[in-house]
């Protein structure tokens, strides 16, 4: 099987290459001269490390991932349990085993394959076109090069290849094809009509005794929301601020270091030709920068000379020079760079010896000391409060310690009390908004104790200290306060009560006749048109013998009766026949790919450790 599962592979379903290309940046390491430190594997598949690059950067996604969908206190605290990081180890290493088995059935992409889907991909384009320096920055910015990123994609094209051939070698029997093409290809006539419950609202009653019998049965469903009533202070960052004295000589160092900045901020785009495998790479490099100085192009150098064929093949250019992307030594030696077409020395790193040019710069001209004085006194004032704050931070600490109430705290700070609204966990203004104000607010050191808060910092960099002012426990509501509530609740449920009854009516008696019917003829499984609750259960009712089969089934806020009236056996068209081949294949495929995977995964040699 194994034979076929390569050959097949290599056909025309192997060939197809674009589409399954992903840009796995949270995957694969980085190489040449961008600079990432190693660290001990997280486990080891085979003898193979997994990288801890690779852990980091998706244990990274992960949190952001749970950040965005939960809040960072959560994403923080599920970040903290074993279940996040054993996932993504699991993954890691369902991703290596899956990999060598590809490279051990032989399963490659040929490097002029991968390079040319390039173009498709979306983040590699300017205007729909692909942009080489658009290409090459995100590469830089996410710790790849050229080299190191095709790499990567050939590695994911390979075991897209083996998936497929998987598939593409399953033994198939006709009979299999057939029973699910004539699944497909059957046809079904039904009537149906919706229902809604709130057109039942009007015929509802509901008397004193049954809302008080709900209210008595359902008091859990009435609890008021435990709430607390504070007095607060806040120390502010702009109050520390405006208290700051700004002298002129800090004002003129804070201007050069200004003036500095935006000479980093330049947007620098640079080429190099890397010297590294020759015996002396040092005198090959001054060598070339020789053939440099007598006119020959940087260009045609690189393309001959630099052991760097991601760069090489598109004339040493490596795009923007980006911070915190290339090694020190090579990123201080480009930024020395000050003219565009200038060539740098020879400059020595860890990966060998580079001679770097500056291809293009664009520089902003820094704004006179008169124009930006207000800014930079604005930010040193800043700066200095930031400090202060510190030092303000332990000492409130300290204050409401060692304090009985928060009004004396307020007056050593100089500042006021306020007193807020009543708070509850899932209702409160600023700054109680802010999610450790609010756990402050609520925690036993205040509710119980009666003592002042912890110092809470805000995202505006604040400080606040709270003291409980009053308190109102989780309680069962009034009747009388809530007995709207229920009226609504128990109408709503006596209103589906009463829309149920009519449906269960219809289905027994089989009648199906009068307004709200709909009659639907010759309907396929795939149909889009109807409502997709109202078509699975029409494909879901045996077929009717003798009349019809009725059967109700539910929507979005809505219910249907269905009756089902026939059941025709279609002969399959060629696009159902292909549809039901492509069907079985599938599931067959992914059953013997499972099959394939756990038999490696049983006989794998796997050391995790995290």
Known sequence: MLDALRNSARGTAGKVIVGLIVITFTLFGAESIISIAGNSAPATVNGEDISEVEYQRLLSRRQQELTSQFGAEAAAQLMNSSFVTDEIIESLISQELQMQLADKLAFDASEDQVVQSFADIPAFQIDGEFSQDRYLNVLAANGFNHQSFVAAQKEQAALAQFQSGVANSAFVVEKAIDRYANLIAQERSFQYKAFESQNYLAQVEVSDGELRDYYEQNQEQFLSEESVKVRYLTISLDSLAEQQSVTEQEIQSEYDSYVASLNEDNVREIS?????????????AQAALTRLNQGEEFADLASELSDDPGSAEFGGSLGELIPDVYVDEFYDAALELSEVGQVSAPVETQYGV?????????????????????????DIRERKAQEELLLVESQLSDAAFSTDTIEEVAELFQTEVISSDWITRSAADTPFDNPEALEQAFSAQVIEDGLISSVVRLENSSLLALQKEAYAPEDVESFEAVVEEVRTILTAEKAEELMHSEMASVIETQQIQGDGWETADAITRNNSELPSAVVSKAFELPQPIDGLVLGETSGDSVAYVVALTSVTNAAPDTEQREMATALVENRIGGSQYQIIYNQARNKADITVRR
């Open 354 to 378: 580079h001679l770097i040019r500056l291809d293009a710069l664009n520089a902003s001209d820094p704004e006179p000391l008169s124009e930006v004085r207000d800014e930079l006194v604005a």
């Open 272 to 284: 190099h030709i890397l010297f590294a495998d020759g015996d002396d790479n040092q005198a090959e």
